[in-house]
């Protein structure tokens, strides 16, 4: 066999320590072969002690068969999560979590303290909503006094993790990288260092906090306590982008529960509205983000009204004509957080005789979601970021109607990529990436991404625009 050698070649391990679950998978680091593969839930809630997840990450690891012969590792994770840590480096209190939203009005508060929106984004790449570390931090501030006191170090999941593999105690040992730490709130990805005064600010202190070093993209932060070396790791969203390979030029389309736009860009955003988030990327590069709250639960809902599963509501979009007749649907069913509209609620509207049938109500659920992740790709445009391909991933990618019907509202080809777990995967190329060195991440092979190029229909994406703007004061 012409590639027997490589068979011997080193493994690697990436972890996705996600919301719901730890996932690992362990690749050959030169092809990206996956060998084998773990998991393990996460409780429930908004708050979690962060014991949970380094239980969930051994039983994890045992699940996908140790990590016997892996040469390195590396741990992506959900971002913005608060993780405060006392003078002895134990867990003051259960962390909060990017969801955990009693910290809306800390948001409103510290972009108002930093001169308002324009100038919060100015100075940390975004504006501040409920999910980013230092409203967490002012919300402990404000209602937890005695604990705020006593807070000597703040990290994200991804970095607590990465430090109790080596045995946690010692703040030195404390590491991160940009994408992550451009969630918290008191880090300039553009400078890639943290804003100390926004952080004691945050904090309602004058002391000196410790924050995790930040390590270099292809870098190792330190190793495990049996001696494997540890890789810079990242927020989820840059290590999906690392997982589908995507380049500048790339935007990222995840359909999930709710959707994600993201792009690696060679520039950095700031954006006044609050629309696109300005993270960094797991490369050097930037990753600037856009999130809106409704996206498979819309396909679900479909599924419901017109009695069809996710395949049948696609094969009957397909059969309707581009704009179903006049049928828009604005899809707010569970309020709206790109626009802002948490109040929202969705709406079908030029509804008549001819098109109040199966086939274009399927066409018209289909094209109002996909058309709020329009939206969400425009704002990136208008921000300068480049946009060439569209990658579509999560699990609504895989109904038939997608990729088809994406390509005819973005205007441009849309890839879909196997279905996977990208963040995970991403970690597991970061870590090969430390391992084998370059200046790049080494390039893995796929497997087949299917292409899908179709007649664009701006007069659909218009009409979705007008009901979106009729309905703003609804």
């Not at 999930?256 to 736009?261: H, K, L, M």
């Not at 609050?274 to 409704?294: I, M, Q, S």
């Amino acid at each position: 066999m012409a590639n027997s050698h490589h068979s011997a070649g080193p493994l690697v391990a990436g972890v996705d320590s996600s919301t719901q679950s730890v996932k690992v998978v362990i690749r050959k680091a030169d092809t990206g072969e996956l060998v084998r593969q773990g998991r393990a839930s996460h409780p429930d809630g908004t708050e979690v002690d962060p014991a949970h997840w380094e239980a969930a990450l051994t039983s994890a690891c045992n699940d996908a068969g140790g990590l016997d012969g892996v040469s390195a590792i590396s741990i992506g994770g959900q971002q913005h999560g608060m993780v405060t840590l006392d003078s002895n480096g134990d867990v003051i209190r259960p962390a909060l979590l990017w969801n955990d939203t009693r910290s809306a009005q800390a948001a409103r508060d510290l972009n108002t303290e930093m001169g308002g929106d324009a100038e919060t984004a100015k100075k940390v790449g975004s504006v501040l909503v409920a999910s980013f570390t230092a409203t967490k931090l002012r919300w402990l501030a404000d209602h937890e006094k005695a604990n705020a006191e006593k807070v000597a170090a703040v990290a994200l999941p991804h970095d607590w993790l990465s430090w109790h593999l080596q045995g946690g105690k010692d703040f030195t040992k404390l590491f991160t990288d940009r994408s992550d730490a451009s969630g918290t709130g008191y880090f300039d990805s553009v400078t890639s260092t943290y804003r100390e005064d926004l952080l004691k600010s945050a904090l309602r202190t004058d002391r000196s906090i410790i924050t995790p070093r930040i390590v270099a993209p292809s870098a190792f932060g330190g190793e495990t306590l049996s001696g494997i070396p540890i890789a810079a790791g990242a927020g989820d969203n840059a290590g999906a982008a690392l997982g589908v390979q995507a380049q500048p030029g790339d935007v990222v389309v995840s359909l999930g529960t709710s959707g994600t736009a993201f792009a690696v860009s060679d520039t950095p955003t700031h954006d006044p509205s609050g629309a696109v988030a300005g993270f960094a990327d797991a490369t050097g590069r930037f990753l600037p983000l856009v999130c809106t709250l409704n996206a498979a639960r819309i396909l679900d809902a479909a599924t419901r009204i017109l009695g069809k599963t996710h395949d049948e509501v696609g094969a009957l979009a397909l059969t309707a004509a581009p704009g179903a007749h006049g049928l828009s649907l604005l899809p707010y069913f569970e309020g709206e957080r790109t626009p802002n509209r948490p109040d929202a609620t969705g709406v079908f509207a030029g509804m008549n005789l001819n098109n109040s049938n199966p086939a274009d109500i399927a066409r018209a659920m289909i094209e109002g979601m996909l058309c709020g992740l329009v939206d969400a790709v425009d704002a990136l445009e208008q921000l300068g970021v480049s946009v060439k391909r569209v990658l579509l991933i999560g699990g609504a990618a895989k109904n038939p109607a997608i990729a088809s019907i994406a390509s005819s509202l973005f205007g441009r080809e849309v890839l879909v990529p196997q279905p996977g777990e990208y963040v995970a995967d991403g970690a597991a190329r970061q870590a090969a990436w430390a391992l084998l060195g370059g200046a790049t991440p080494p390039q893995w092979n796929l497997g087949e991404v299917i292409s899908s190029h179709s007649e664009p229909t701006p007069h659909v994406v218009e009409s979705y625009r007008t009901l979106r703007d009729r309905t703003k004061s609804w």
